[in-house]
C-alpha cells in the first residue's frame, strides 16, 4: 500500500480577472459620486467607509447597474457549476462599496449568513490594502500544524472578482498608500 497525504475539506475560492470590463467600470465611475459613505469607526474601530450602515442595502439595484448585475450572475453559474451544482437563478442579493484611503482596513469578519460573499476591484493600485483569508481549521495551532495556520493573501487589482462561502473569516490588509481604494462587495441568499 502506498503511502500519501491528503488535504482534507478545501475551501472553494472563486478568483477571475474579469475580461473586457470597459462598460462594468464606465458603470462604476456613472454612479460612484451619486454615494453617500458612512464611516465605520463606530462599528470596527477604524474609519473605512461603506455605503450601508446595516449590510441590507444593494446598490446595485439601487443605482441599476444592470452589467454589474449580469457580471454576478454569469461568474456566480460557473462558480456553482464547478462546485458540483446546478446554478441558481432565484436569489437576494446585497451590496455596498467600501472605501479605503490611508489607513483605512477592515478587521477580521465573515458574512455568516450569506451563502456566498465576493468583492469585485474597480479602483486599485494594487498596493492599496490585500484581502485575506483566515483558516476555518482554528484548532491548527499546535507545534506539528501551527507553521500550516497561515492567513491567504491576494492583492487586488482592477476588473478582479473573488466569491467565497460567507462563512469565511477574512478582511483587508491597511492602506499604506495615498490612493484611495473602491472596490463593490456583495453577498448573496439561496431562497
Known sequence: MATRIESLFSTPLYCTIVENR???QDEFFEVVNKLHFYDTHEMWGN?????????????????NMSIVKKLIDDHLNIYLFNLGFQPKKIYKLTSWITSNSYGDHAPVHNHLDADISGVYYYQTNTKD???????????MTNSVFGSLNNNYYISPEVGKLLMFPGWLQHGVSTNRTESNRKSLAFNIYFE
Open 47 to 63: 474609519p473605512q467607509k461603506l455605503t450601508t450602515r446595516d449590510f441590507s442595502d444593494n446598490v446595485i439595484e439601487e443605482l
Open 22 to 24: 470597459e462598460k462594468i
Open 129 to 139: 490594502g490585500n484581502i485575506f483569508f483566515v483558516t476555518p481549521a482554528l484548532v
